[in-house]
């Protein structure tokens, strides 16, 4: 992996923002939003711009950073089967817990930066997602 650093403002310059985000969000128009700026051991450093709400998603293999870097989002983590809605916008960041099922909302838009550990599941059926962790 070389060591070099990573322009973050040209990388959030480079993205499209994905418009009216869902649960089953796919193709071209996803792709040009989401960006992998670094590998890391287990994963990857990803930026990306959307508006509208995500599928549920879960990383097994280890915790993940979520920082927004602009706009705003409530990000919703599964922990112990209680809904935690955390209210986040531009210069926080939460560290969701291995293997807990999130989500984000962001109807105004987002840029969201994640420290993110593979593989990752999703879920993008209607209701909750199951809260059994594989091991």
């Known amino acids: 992996m070389p060591l070099s650093p990573v322009d973050i403002e040209s990388a959030f310059a480079s993205l ?36 509208g709400n995500s599928e549920w998603e879960r990383h097994r293999n280890g915790d993940e950073l979520v920082q927004i870097v602009d706009g705003h989002a409530t990000v919703t983590v599964l922990v112990d089967g209680q809904e935690n809605k955390l209210e986040m916008s531009a210069g926080t960041f939460v560290v969701v817990p291995r293997g807990a099922w999130h989500r984000f909302e962001a109807p105004d838009g987002v ?25």
């Open 16 to 51: 499209s923002v994905l418009e009216n985000r869902t649960p089953t969000s796919s193709g071209l128009e996803y792709d040009a939003a989401f960006a992998r700026l670094a590998e890391t051991e287990n994963g990857a450093l990803f930026a990306a711009k959307f508006r």
């Open 111 to 135: 840029q969201v930066m994640t420290m993110t550990p593979q593989p990752t599941d999703h879920w993008r059926e209607d209701g909750l997602p199951p809260q059994v962790v594989e091991e």
